[in-house]
């Protein structure tokens, strides 16, 4: 069975510092990637997506960045962090519609 | 623009109590439509996919269907741990593999003992 990994699932970072974010999905090949940030009281707003390695789409423009170094591992960054990025940050998969969603990771900037 | 509305926002229950979440769209051609739940600090666990208007999906005391315009999740008789935030996204027919989804900002479910 297919299985999503997310991590860490909890980071306390100061603005100016760089992020890292990791997740690997197992038990598929090819699938597609996403990045989604969700507020509180606000729906999955959807930041980045991959349909394959090394290809890389933007939904909205902003202080991050996603690269797709290998077919089942999709990394969220950013060079210097903001406060406005603090959030919950979901990675999620998908095959033929349904997305599935890693555990998530809680980012708080201060 | 793909829009998911959802109500309430937030619905109390006591334990027994049946109830119905709504979830409004509008989209441009529907290719699907979805019902995650969310237990807090977890990501969506997918509950359901719906694909045309009529269609009607069940799983334990949970029910989802669809028209053309809202779709409903019935709760029959729910229990404390139904309680959870439950979202819905709509998926249209567009070029492209992405396959994105438009989530609604869902509806935080709360069921007393």
């Known amino acids: 069975s297919q299985t999503i990994h997310q991590w860490p699932a909890t980071l306390v970072q100061p603005v100016g510092s760089p992020l890292s974010l990791e997740c690997t999905v197992e038990?598929?090949?090819?699938?597609?990637l996403y990045w989604y940030r969700q507020a509180a009281g606000r729906g999955l707003q959807l930041l980045f997506y991959?349909?394959?390695?090394?290809?890389i789409s933007s939904e909205v423009p902003q202080n991050l960045s996603a690269s797709r170094p290998q077919d089942r591992q999709f990394i969220l960054s950013s060079k210097k962090l903001l406060l406005s990025d603090s959030g919950f940050y979901l990675c999620?998969?998908?095959?033929?519609?349904?997305?599935?969603f890693g555990e998530g990771s809680r980012l708080t900037v201060l | 623009e793909d829009q998911v509305t959802q109500s309430p926002e937030a619905l109390r229950l006591q334990e027994g109590e049946s109830s119905s979440l709504n979830c409004s769209y509008t989209?441009?051609?529907?290719?699907?439509l979805f019902w995650y739940r969310q237990d807090p600090g977890k990501g969506p666990e997918f509950l359901f996919t719906?694909?045309?208007a009529g269609e009607e999906k069940e799983k334990e005391r949970l029910k989802a269907t669809l028209t053309k315009k809202e779709s409903f999740l019935h709760i029959t008789a729910p229990k404390p741990e139904d309680s959870a935030t439950y979202l819905c996204?709509?998926?249209?027919?567009?070029?492209?593999?992405?396959?994105?989804?438009?989530f609604g900002s869902g509806t935080q479910l709360t069921v007393l003992p």
């Open positions: 038990g598929t090949s090819n699938p597609n």
């Open positions: 989209v441009s051609g529907l290719r699907g």
């Open positions: 996204a709509v998926q249209a027919w567009r070029a492209g593999s992405a396959r994105q989804l438009t």
């Open positions: 999620a998969w998908s095959s033929i519609g349904e997305l599935f």
């Open positions: 991959s349909v394959g390695i090394g290809q």
């Open positions: 719906l694909y045309s």
